[in-house]
């Protein structure tokens, strides 16, 4: 296919093993038929199979075993050379082998760099024709003429259809590359970035406890447990799997274990409660939820100044929810405000299929909804 990089796997690479499939086929069927009829003088014959099978395993040895060359203009346009050159030798000794031309239309972008792909099929179809005769009869005939246009049109065609693949599959690997990114980006904040904060609240909380000791002791230990449980986070967040409180414990589980550090830590009571009947929500679900959570209580403990806060996860029929709420002195949700937390948390939301509100008033608190449908 026309591009920079060879093709590797996935859709690709299948696209790939039928164009091989296609080329021996259309090469072993000619070559079948004449078997079947048996024209010619044996030795003709023999010698024409010969050059067929010196085609096929130039293409096996020089081009099937060799994806990591293809596009690649050195050298792969010597061996399309070379097998342009014997099908016109077969041509020209069994016209039956015309059939076989069918079976390279695709090699000159499969094998060529953009560009030149254009220029290798324009040489095919010039080639075949000439083998076939059929360059001198469409000087005479108009008929012909008009034969010989549709086959360059249409091997012309092909290509600019291949194009028109590759850059939709350069356009979804530019989109998949982007969300990757945002992914990433929302995992370090939910990660690092929040590790970070909580131990450096943990540090300054001992510092100014130093006269102390106990006090001290606990804050040092609280940021060494902090420390411990963010690696362990970063680490599974980088391997894209699932975090380590929803591996061991479930979603309620993680929740209530969140909620208690997150008590431990602040000293700000939480609750935490479940209403209907727990059920398994997915993997990118439960994600957003659990983010959602602690991003809601990071919050809290940054901004809010809240002498309470309360979690609740609801099951219902035709979705879940999670309200994060807190007594503290609130803000004024449609003034803007920097910090990516909340476009994270909104972010996550949308990749699961849900929705991020806020309700906040100056010196009324605030309560955050996450809403997923159909989880």
């Avoid at 099978?53 to 203009?73: C, G, S, T």
């Avoid at 049109?153 to 998949?176: N, P």
């Avoid at 959570?293 to 919050?299: F, I, R, S, T």
Wanted: charged share 20%; net charge negative.
């Amino acid at each position: 296919m026309p591009g920079t990089e060879p093709p590797a796997s996935g859709v690709e690479a299948r696209w790939v093993r039928a164009f091989h499939l296609l080329f021996f086929a259309c090469l072993a069927v000619p070559a079948a038929i004449m078997m079947v009829r048996g024209e010619g003088a044996p030795g003709e014959r023999a010698v024409t199979l010969g050059l067929a099978a010196l085609m096929a395993a130039w293409y096996a040895f020089f081009v099937v075993r060799r994806p990591d060359l293809l596009e690649r203009l050195n050298p792969m346009a010597l061996h399309l050379l070379v097998l342009i050159a014997l099908l016109f030798v077969l041509i020209r000794r069994e016209p039956i082998y015309e059939m076989s031309m069918f079976g390279m239309f695709a090699l000159p972008y499969l094998l060529l760099p953009r560009g030149w792909n254009y220029l290798g099929a324009l040489l095919l179809v010039v080639t075949a024709m000439g083998a076939a005769g059929l360059v001198t009869q469409a000087t005479r005939d108009p008929s012909a003429l008009g034969s010989a246009f549709g086959s360059v049109s249409l091997v012309l065609l092909l290509g600019l259809f291949a194009d028109f693949l590759v850059r939709q599959s350069e356009q979804g690997k530019a989109i998949g590359a982007l969300e990757e990114r945002a992914r990433l980006a929302r995992e370090i904040h939910d990660t690092l970035a929040q590790g970070l904060s909580g131990i450096i609240t943990q540090l300054e909380a001992a510092e100014q406890s130093i006269g102390d000791p106990d006090a001290v002791r606990h804050r040092i230990a609280l940021a060494k447990r902090l420390a411990r449980e963010s690696l362990n986070e970063a680490r599974r967040s980088v391997d894209a799997l699932r975090p380590e409180p929803l591996h061991e414990a479930g979603l309620d589980g993680a929740l209530a274990a969140v909620a208690e550090r997150w008590e431990a830590m602040t000293g700000i009571p939480v609750t935490f409660s479940v209403d209907g009947r727990p059920r398994p929500l997915g993997a990118e679900v439960e994600m957003a939820v659990l983010r959602t959570a602690q991003e809601g209580l990071a919050n809290i403990a940054k901004h809010a100044g809240a002498s309470r806060a309360a979690l609740t996860l609801s099951y219902m029929e035709g979705g879940i929810t999670l309200d994060v709420l807190d007594d503290g002195a609130g803000f004024d949700p449609s003034a803007p405000h920097g910090g990516y937390g909340l476009v994270a948390m909104r972010e996550r939301a949308a990749r699961a299929g849900g929705t991020v509100t806020v309700e906040s008033a100056i010196g009324e608190g605030t309560a955050l909804c996450l809403s997923i449908p159909s989880a």
